[in-house]
């Protein structure tokens, strides 16, 4: 069990039954409807699964925040570390500001806060300045397997690395986590064209 940030597929986010998000997908392309911005939807077969092609992304929110909380302080105004961390459901669109629903996000079971949706692109400048702020290597893994990531920083490779090269993210494995999953979640969600949500 856990908390997961993963990609959702164009079927399942049209999705109307209980393991669905079609009642995320109806509510927001009203909303941007609303706007007078186009309908959202994502690229068919955008998350098949093929080992070590990195097509799907799925990462389990495992070490404290802490830390991470404290470099988003350092960078980013307040705003900005709210679009950053704060939303539910991030989509490739470029979203000059957030979006806020009155619907569950499909995350936690009778869970009542609105939704968040969030634009990839302004959430990956943002993370590419963190990034740039922690020195985070090249080394770090961009697309594989699902947990790639996860399993990087906690299996020891990430510690292994940090040992011949030191830096601001080899300080704090925990905080280089969250950025290289915030980064890589938006670089995800723009290049495969689909929705990341929180499972």
């Known amino acids: 069990m856990g908390i997961y940030l993963v990609s959702v597929g164009a079927e399942d986010w049209f999705r109307e039954d209980e393991e669905g998000r079609g009642h995320l997908a109806a509510a927001l392309n009203e909303e941007l409807?609303?706007?007078?911005?186009p309908a959202y939807t994502p690229v068919p077969g955008g998350t098949v699964f093929v080992r070590g092609s990195g097509p799907a992304f799925e990462e389990k929110l495992v070490p404290p925040m802490d830390g991470f909380a404290r470099l988003c302080?350092?960078?980013?105004?307040?705003?900005?570390?709210?679009?950053?961390?704060?939303?539910?459901?991030?989509?490739?669109?470029?979203?000059e500001e957030?979006?806020?629903?009155?619907?569950?996000?499909?995350?936690d079971a009778g869970d009542t806060e609105p939704t968040m949706v969030a634009g990839a692109p302004r959430v990956l400048?943002?993370?590419?300045?963190?990034?740039?702020?922690?020195?985070?290597?090249?080394?770090?893994?961009?697309?594989?397997?699902?947990?790639?990531?996860?399993?990087w920083f906690l299996d020891g490779k990430a510690k292994e690395l940090a040992a011949?090269?030191?830096?601001?993210?080899?300080?704090?494995?925990d905080t280089a986590f969250y950025v290289a999953l915030y980064l890589r979640a938006a670089?995800?969600?723009?290049?495969?064209?689909?929705?990341?949500?929180?499972?």
Do not use: F, K
């Open 33 to 37: 409807r609303r706007r007078g911005l």
């Open 73 to 95: 302080d350092a960078v980013l105004t307040r705003a900005e570390a709210e679009t950053l961390c704060g939303w539910t459901v991030l989509v490739p669109m470029p979203l």
């Open 98 to 107: 957030d979006i806020w629903m009155d619907v569950e996000s499909g995350y």
């Open 125 to 151: 400048a943002l993370a590419e300045r963190l990034a740039a702020a922690v020195e985070l290597p090249p080394e770090t893994p961009e697309m594989g397997d699902n947990l790639g990531l996860t399993m």
């Open 164 to 173: 011949t090269r030191p830096g601001p993210w080899a300080d704090d494995l």
């Open 187 to 199: 670089q995800h969600s723009i290049r495969r064209g689909c929705p990341m949500v929180y499972s």
